[in-house]
């Protein structure tokens, strides 16, 4: 199993339904809104690390209202 983390910015006002959104996909453990550099980490988990990509770049970033992402897998 494989696990990573997302540290995402949003634009101004989109935080709620980029949460609603990422919620939705098939292998997001946790989604968490914080405060400080990032609005949102999320925790996702693939049988690969080849499926979190897919799943970051596939279904991830086309979401609306995400401004940039940082993908820390774990090690």
Same mark, same amino acid.
């Given at each position: 199993? =494989?696990? =990573?983390?997302?540290?995402?910015?949003?634009?101004?006002?989109?935080?709620?339904? &980029?949460?609603?959104?990422?919620?939705?996909?098939?292998g997001?453990?946790?989604?968490?809104?914080?405060?400080?550099?990032?609005?949102?980490?999320? &925790? $996702?988990?693939?049988?690969?690390?080849?499926? $979190?990509?897919?799943?970051?770049?596939?279904?991830?970033?086309? $979401? =609306?209202?995400?401004?940039?992402?940082?993908?820390?897998?774990? &090690?």
């Amino acid at each position: 199993m =494989a696990k =990573a983390f997302i540290l995402m910015e949003t634009t101004v006002g989109r935080s709620r339904e &980029v949460v609603t959104a990422l919620s939705r996909l098939k292998g997001i453990k946790s989604v968490d809104t914080v405060t400080g550099p990032y609005d949102i980490i999320v &925790v $996702i988990e693939g049988d690969t690390l080849n499926e $979190i990509g897919d799943i970051v770049t596939q279904h991830v970033h086309p $979401i =609306a209202g995400i401004s940039r992402t940082v993908t820390c897998l774990v &090690v």
